[in-house]
């Protein structure tokens, strides 16, 4: 029996629907909020995850956050005044500034990663085998562009 690329192309808007549901209920921010007392939204805490990696100066900030200039300027002016990070001469152009995790901040961090890394209470419910083939099947999509 064949199926025809309608009913394929139906099924994937299905699968797509599900998965997109499953994530969006899946939502930390209010715990985010609430654990580490950062004030609303998730500029703050994306921001403090991506400097976990290392220092980045304020272009490389908002570029890799999706964020204008100015607000990357806004967002790390407040961490700065939270004592979450901190401002410094860049070695290799002392025009520009890198912005960097104090000790406060690389605590903060460390928290905010383990609360979005925390599995939902349904994928821990899976069988080995089924976590497997579902991480065979996202690693697989995952790749295609």
């Known amino acids: 029996m064949r199926v025809s690329a309608a009913s394929t192309a139906d099924a994937a808007s299905r699968v797509w629907s599900t998965m997109r549901s499953f994530v969006d209920a ?3 921010s209010g715990r985010l909020q609430e654990e580490l007392g950062l004030g609303r939204g998730l500029g703050r805490i994306n921001v403090l ?13 908002a570029e890799s956050s999706g964020f204008d200039a100015p607000y990357a300027t806004v967002i790390v002016d407040k961490l700065e005044r ?20 104090t000790k406060a901040g690389e605590k903060v961090s460390l928290t905010a990663r383990a609360i979005l890394a925390e599995p939902p209470a349904a994928l821990v419910e899976l ?14 999509i995952g790749q295609q562009k």
């Open 127 to 140: 069988s080995d085998s089924e976590l497997a083939a579902l991480e065979g099947i996202l690693r697989r």
């Open 49 to 61: 995850v991506k400097l976990s990696q290392g220092p980045m100066t304020l272009r490389a900030i």
């Open 26 to 28: 899946q939502d930390r």
């Open 82 to 101: 939270l004592g979450l990070v901190v401002r410094t001469g860049h070695p290799e152009d002392h025009r520009r500034k890198l912005v960097m995790l």
